[in-house]
């Protein structure tokens, strides 16, 4: 039997990497191996067909143009299907091989089309027309400096058909009219800004398109708040979620959005307040940079210690410096992306003394996780 006969398994291939610090992720081979083994798996259950344009048209070419083979997708065919997926991540919640729910396959739609963006954005460049639409805030800025002259021309069929011609946008779209001026400025001059976090229960984040095209529906958000008594913050210097320039690969960019709000909001976190975000897409994007691109923590906590022992006390004058040994590790059988590890911590005094030490057990996620065991009867 060739390798072509061969059916697609539906386990994890050793280009399985969502991780962009991970050098699996760059790998070209390792991601190709990942788009096929997840088409064929998104072909085979069919349940996103109704969310974006991205499923209907891979099950129309491999069913219609390559007889049910998902191998004989071309680069160009690839590009269109990748292309037609614009982040909602409605496809990731609804799927049932997420590794979000641990199953063995690992499946992350979304995160698989932003490694592909991102290393044909490496590649080939970010084309001027996504760096243009992957900045909304810079777009509203433009628009505010026409003094209302882009919502007029964007109405103009003339305007609209070069717009479609040189940016890729449809002639016939619909497209939202800017604020002539921010949601920021009308908090400013309404003392709605908050710098301190001192008795705020809750902080708000407009989003961009809140900030830039309908300040209305904040005003309205902090009108319910208020109502229902919960003391609401506005803050400056808030920018896009990272949402657009996700989507063309622009890591660098969403990194650099991700730090910045994550620098504004900290201070209101840490004092007890949670993030209030009008856009659940906005929200979830945040979730998620931050815990993918941002926070790479790797301990996931201890089941417990198995002994500790306090031998010389300690005492606000002392240096103090502790050691970590790991004893023993194993992987989990049923988390691949989790290894158990068995540590001796020692703490010593300016001395050399050992003043403490104790053994824990220690649950770390896996650089290079390894598949899962295979389900009876999986493909």
């Known amino acids: 039997m060739s390798q072509t006969d061969k059916p697609v ?27 096929t083994r997840t088409f064929e798996i998104c072909h085979g259950c069919r349940m996103c067909f109704k969310y974006c344009d991205t499923f209907p048209i891979l099950f129309d070419l491999i069913d219609k143009k390559h007889d049910g083979d998902v191998r004989k997708l071309t680069a160009p065919e690839t590009d269109r299907v990748m ?85 890729g946008i449809h002639k016939d779209k619909l497209l939202p009219d800017f604020a002539p001026t921010t949601f920021e400025k009308w908090a400013e001059r309404n003392g709605r800004l908050q710098p301190k976090p001192e008795g705020v229960e809750a902080v708000l984040f ?40 996700w989507e063309t690969g622009d890591l660098e960019t969403v990194r650099r959005q991700a730090a910045n709000n994550l620098k ?45 022992r306090w031998m010389v006390p300690v005492r606000p004058s002392d240096a103090v410096s502790c050691r970590y040994t790991v004893l023993e590790k194993r992987d989990l059988a049923s988390r691949p992306d989790v290894g158990m590890s068995k540590v001796l911590v020692e703490l010593f005094n300016q001395k050399g003394e050992t003043a403490a030490n104790w053994r824990t057990n220690q649950l770390t996620r896996r650089r290079h996780p390894g598949p899962a065991p295979s389900a009876p009867g999986a493909k």
């Not at 319910?224 to 320039?245: E, I, S, Y």
């Not at 897409?281 to 210690?305: E, Y």
Request: proline share 6%; with cysteine; aromatic share 6%.
């Open 264 to 308: 504004v909001l900290k201070p209101f976190v840490d004092a007890g307040a949670k993030v209030v975000a009008i856009n659940p897409t906005c929200a979830m994007m945040m979730r998620l940079v931050a815990d993918g691109v941002l926070n790479k923590v790797a301990s996931l906590g201890s089941p417990g210690v198995d002994e500790g």
């Open 9 to 35: 398994s539906y386990q994890p291939t050793n280009g399985l990497s969502y991780d962009p610090d991970d050098a699996r992720y760059w790998d070209a081979g390792g991601l190709q191996k990942e788009v």
């Open 206 to 245: 407009p989003t961009c398109y809140v900030q830039n095209n309908e300040p209305q529906i904040g005003r309205d958000t902090l009108e319910v708040m208020d109502r229902n008594q919960v003391k609401t913050a506005c803050v400056k210097g808030l920018q896009c979620c990272g949402m657009p320039a």
């Open 83 to 167: 292309d037609a997926c614009f982040q909602c991540k409605l496809c990731e919640v609804q799927c049932p091989y997420t590794r979000r729910d641990r199953h063995e396959y690992q499946l992350d739609f979304p995160k698989l089309v932003h490694r592909f963006k991102a290393q044909r954005a490496k590649v080939r460049g970010i084309p001027l027309r996504d760096r243009l639409l992957a900045n909304p805030d810079a777009a509203g800025a433009l628009a505010r400096l026409s003094f209302g002259m882009a919502n007029v021309m964007n109405r103009v069929t003339l305007h609209r058909v070069f717009m479609q011609a040189a940016l």
